[in-house]
């Protein structure tokens, strides 16, 4: 399986914007990379996912490095509703049937 | 906005009894996930179901599991015989047939406690 590193936590004040970072330098040509995330008892959460261009939708945008090995997951404006466990995981495509193998994740905290 | 629903939300039993937890997937979705996540640890995957058959399953999905998608609505998980180890949130997803991109929606769980 090809493997994502993550920052164990990051903090952040509300209303400013908050930079996840991931490495996944075993990445191969046809892996998207997805971000999840999991709020305080609840089930995760589908953010944002990308293949090769940089992404954005309403709840975040998607930053990837030219080679690949490493992406970056842009929160705008954090809310106190952000705080949650952000996870960042390589798609294992058709032949997996594109199961999520979940890491541990970043604890991102917003700080009022 | 269409979502997956999951019943009961949670249950308690005694080991060696079974259970089992119920999901109700996106309707025009067709390929369903279960997955668990042991209080304090990571969401782990358990199997994957498509074309009512299993189409992939971790190692924890032994003898004792078994899915089921009886009526084309309601998606089960039963465990036969429950373990403490079993105790758990259990996690049911669907994603629509033919993404690609492969994002999967998640229900809100159920907290299963043996005891």
């Known amino acids: 399986d090809a493997k994502t590193t993550q920052p164990n936590s990051m903090e952040s004040n509300e209303e400013e914007p908050v930079h996840l970072p991931c490495n996944h330098s075993?990445?191969?040509?046809?892996?998207?990379i997805h971000w999840y995330r999991q709020l305080p008892s609840q089930g995760p959460e589908y953010v944002i996912h990308?293949?090769?261009s940089n992404v954005n939708n309403r709840m975040a945008s998607l930053a990837i490095a030219e080679d690949r090995k490493s992406s970056t997951l842009i929160l705008h404006r954090a809310t106190l509703r952000d705080a949650a466990v952000y996870y960042c995981?390589?798609?294992?495509?058709?032949?997996?049937?594109?199961?999520?193998?979940f890491g541990a994740g970043t604890t991102v905290t917003v700080r009022a | 906005e269409p979502e997956v629903t999951q019943t009961p939300s949670h249950q308690v039993t005694q080991m060696g009894q079974e259970v089992i937890l119920r999901c109700v997937p996106i309707s025009n979705h067709l390929y369903f996930y279960w997955y668990r996540q042991i209080l304090g640890q990571k969401v782990e995957f358990l199997v994957s179901f498509y074309n009512n058959e299993i189409s992939e399953k971790s190692e924890i999905f032994d003898d004792q599991f078994s899915v089921e998608r009886p009526d084309g609505s309601n998606f089960t998980l039963k465990i036969r015989s429950t373990k403490l180890e079993d105790s758990a949130m259990y996690f049911c997803a669907s994603r629509e047939y033919g993404s690609g991109r492969g994002e999967q929606f998640f229900g809100p769980g159920t907290r299963l406690t043996v005891l």
């Open positions: 995981i390589l798609s294992e495509g058709p032949s997996n049937d594109y199961k999520l193998s």
């Open positions: 990308g293949l090769t």
């Open positions: 075993t990445i191969s040509g046809t892996d998207y």
